[in-house]
């Protein structure tokens, strides 16, 4: 392996460790953290729970209609359902698990962001 490959495993490895361990404002403030197991959120005084079980992705909380995209942890798109019903969304989604993803919900002219761990 070249050094500019284990440069780049290492900041990949690095960054995606500092997401898990200190609060990030460049993905909201409204970010689980990585002690909140059910990946609730609250969101102008309303809970938004983003699940992944068993091969689907689901959102609790959320009402109208909006765009979802799912991002992997470094950037890649892995999802992308446009003008959805938010009101309990689902859908079946092949992720890897024990990997980290971001939820990027596009609502009523606002974009929420959100972190979850795919078990």
Do not use: C
Not at 33 to 40: D, E, F, G, P, Y
Not at 43 to 61: E, M, Q
């Amino acid at each position: 392996m070249s050094i500019y490959w284990k440069m780049k495993q290492s900041l990949l490895l690095f960054f995606s460790t500092a997401l898990f361990l200190f609060p990030n404002t460049t993905f909201g403030s409204k970010l689980p953290s990585l002690i909140n197991t059910t990946n609730s959120v609250y969101v102008n005084s309303t809970i938004v729970n983003i699940i992944y079980k068993n091969g689907v992705f689901s959102i609790k909380g959320l009402t109208g209609t909006g765009h979802v995209k799912i991002y992997s942890i470094i950037g890649n798109e892995v999802a992308s359902f446009n003008q959805v019903d938010l009101f309990d969304f689902q859908r079946n989604l092949s992720l890897e698990p024990k990997t980290m993803y971001i939820v990027r919900i596009e609502t009523q002219g606002q974009v929420k962001l959100f972190k979850f761990v795919a078990r």
